[in-house]
């Protein structure tokens, strides 16, 4: 099975700041990743998409990039509204796989 | 507007089974598979399998190969998990999530299963 490696686990950061997270692919997953946001108490929702396509629907301060094994979100301009838990996706290959989760909070 | 209906919490005994319901609407699920994602707080998200509604072809994560089965009910526009010989380990909140030309694009709102004596 692939392991995704995401890190940080948790993060925190000022209003209108920029953060980046980090997934890492135990084998090349050649941009079959998603990145999602959960918010407490809801179900997730897909962000972004072969590793740098924009859901549509979501704001353009949110961005994916990378390839191989090594792929990242950010999200510029950080809002109260980003409060949540983010976590990748492998659908490279089966099984599909997740990344640990990244809990962000606001300082 | 697309949503996924999941049904209501279960309480199961150890040995039993349980079938969970995705009810699609704003479109239909013969388009799309339909996966299925187990989530427990301290193990983060699995990935269970897929159905494709249209012909009942299913793909399964080998780990849940002989614990999930997968059906779909297209006059209802709804999907089926049932879980067998339930454990504590399966204890957790069950996900269904539609996957298309984008991965995961819309998801139930979860279906929360306890197993318990």
Excluded at chain 1, 38 to 60: C, D, E, F, M, R
Excluded at chain 2, 55 to 76: H, I, M, P, V
Aim: aromatic fraction near 12%.
């Amino acid at each position: 099975d692939i392991q995704m490696t995401q890190s940080p686990a948790s993060l925190s950061a000022s209003l209108g700041e920029t953060v980046t997270i980090e997934c890492r692919a135990s084998e090349d997953i050649y941009n079959g990743l998603a990145w999602y946001q959960q918010k407490p108490g809801k179900s997730p929702q897909l962000l972004i998409y072969n590793a740098n396509s924009l859901h549509t629907g979501v704001p353009s301060r949110f961005s994916g990039s990378g390839s191989g094994t090594q792929y990242s979100l950010k999200i510029n301009s950080l809002q109260s509204e980003d409060v949540a838990s983010y976590f990748c996706q492998q659908y490279y290959d089966y099984p599909f796989t997740f990344g640990s989760g990244t809990k962000l909070e606001i300082k | 507007e697309v949503q996924l209906q999941q049904s209501g919490p279960e309480l199961r005994r150890p040995g039993s089974s349980v079938k969970l319901s995705c009810k699609a609407s704003g479109y239909s699920i013969t388009d799309y598979l339909m996966h299925w994602v187990k989530h427990r707080p301290e193990h983060g998200l699995e990935w269970i399998g897929w159905i494709d509604p249209e012909d009942g072809e299913t793909k399964y994560a080998q780990k849940f190969q002989s614990k999930a089965t997968l059906t779909a009910d297209t006059s209802s526009n709804t999907a089926y998990m049932q879980l067998s010989s339930l454990t504590s380990e399966d204890t957790a909140t069950y996900f269904c999530a539609r996957f298309g030309s984008s991965p995961m694009d819309a998801w139930g709102q979860g279906a929360s299963v306890t197993v318990s004596s």
